[in-house]
């Protein structure tokens, strides 16, 4: 059982996410947006893998990701980016700054649950 930070302003893709892993038994944090999900993380430093949304208000994914990086003591945590097709040159960007993974929206359960098993097994 693992602690998994989600980082969506989108409810319904928070909703998703997080009923997908708390079914598998983990623990789930949830966060609107990249400030909202950096100060969780601060207050849960044991969080074992955080997925995080790029298109975001007051702070996007590239922009936690990099801010996560910067911290010494979280910059280890492994990072999943949620993308959409589309998202192809900010998914480079993601990856650039520290991104281990992503998973292209719409995504089915399968998916979640193999690069789950992929990073943290
Ligand atoms: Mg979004």
Redo the contacts with the bound molecule.
Sequence with gaps: MKKILVL???QS?RSLLSMTLKQSGHTVIEAIDGIDGLSKLKLNPDVDLIFT????PNRNGIEFIKDVKAIASLKSIPIVMLTTESEEQRKLEGKAAGAMAWIVKPFKVDTIQSVLEKIIS
Excluded: Y
């Design positions: 969506d302003d989108t893709m949304d790029l298109n975001m």
